[in-house]
């Protein structure tokens, strides 16, 4: 017997969910997909409390489930279950949730188009002071050669809770790559979200700045800086990086004629890889990419951490400008 559901979180009330935790909003739409759809499970491994996921225990215990620090275990019964016409999402840092089960996932889930979402938390530099063994650089690259995997990152609490339910009911396996802590909001009330379609934020002629995660309130507030010095950005927030909506891309790119990416991954294998790779068979431009750079994460708040790793607002900046010059040279 399902108990009553406690107070939780009103995911219509746009201001509430705009202030909110990323982990908050999560479990709260969460709670209202299972209230609606008795197919959604949730499964942890022993970080419930870290991610909110154990708010759902009271309300459903039967389908959230913690199976401890198993995580290789947590990926194979989310593949039993949705053999079963259950669709669960697998939660737990980014770390044990595509590092140390790789192999799970390309066979149990990938290998038969299993129906299931796995949350990264804390994806990157997001872990903070839990260090650098905690920070995965290297997920969506990882991820990226699996076949049929879907990876979204979303950019603020407010597309989290519009993504969720259009991930419900997609068939198949999606990686969501999600920081626990609250984001700057960047998207208004009434919100619309399209799994795969890239969104354009900010018009603009001179360069391109493509974010993911968030990095995207950086490329925002960069685009403010660069338009006080002239330079016209546009700015484009990539949510799902595969499959990448390069129609978006190309048809931006061929109007400014450059590109800067911005992301929370090693540039190996992540956005800029894609966004390289893109451009390379369409449509060459200057690319200039701001991330990480092919070493290990350190501990420290977010903002010593995007200062460490050349990830700020300004870093965009320097980034955007190189790439306006770097496209007025003669080839």
């Keep these: 017997m399902e108990k009553r559901k ?7 009330d746009y201001a509430a969910v705009a202030e909110a935790e990323m982990r908050e ?13 008795d197919r959604v499970v949730t499964i942890d491994s022993d970080l419930a409390k870290a991610v909110y996921t154990d708010r759902l225990r009271d309300m459903y215990p039967d389908r959230a489930l913690d199976v401890g620090i198993a995580e290789q275990n947590m990926i194979s019964i989310a593949a ?33 188009s299993a129906d299931v979402g796995i949350v990264g938390a804390d994806p990157g530099i997001t872990a903070e002071h839990n260090g650098a063994t905690h920070m995965t650089f290297e997920d969506v690259s990882i991820l990226r050669a699996v076949p049929g995997i879907v ?117 190996h294998g992540g956005l800029y890889s894609i966004v390289a790779e893109t451009l390379a068979g369409v449509y060459p431009a200057p690319v200039i990419p701001i991330g990480v750079r092919d070493r ?12 460490l790793f050349a990830m700020t607002a300004d870093d965009i900046v320097r980034a955007a400008r190189e790439a306006v010059s770097m496209k007025k040279r003669p080839l």
């Design 80 to 112: 039993g279950l949705a053999s079963y016409g259950f669709k669960p999402f697998a939660v737990s840092f980014a770390p044990f949730a595509v590092r140390s089960v790789c192999d799970q996932i390309v066979m149990n889930l990938a290998f038969t």
């Design 25 to 37: 909003v999560f479990a709260a739409t969460m709670a209202n997909m299972m209230a609606s759809d």
């Design 6 to 12: 406690p107070e939780i979180l009103d995911t219509s």
């Design 296 to 307: 290990f994460g350190a501990r420290g708040t977010l903002n010593e951490l995007k200062k």
């Design 151 to 267: 990876i979204y990152e979303p950019a603020d609490a407010v597309e989290l809770a519009a993504a969720l339910p259009v991930i419900k009911d997609f068939h198949g396996v999606v990686y969501i790559r999600m920081m626990r802590k609250k984001t700057p909001a960047i998207h208004d009330s009434g919100y619309e979200f399209d799994l795969f379609k890239a969104e354009k934020l900010v018009e603009g002629e001179d360069v391109t700045i493509v974010a993911s995660g968030i990095e995207v309130a950086e490329a925002l507030e960069a685009g403010r800086k660069l338009f006080a010095e002239g330079i016209s950005a546009e700015i484009i927030s990539a949510h799902t990086l595969k499959p990448f909506d390069t129609e978006t891309l190309v048809g931006s790119v061929h109007k400014t004629g450059c590109a800067v990416t911005a992301e929370n991954h090693n540039i």
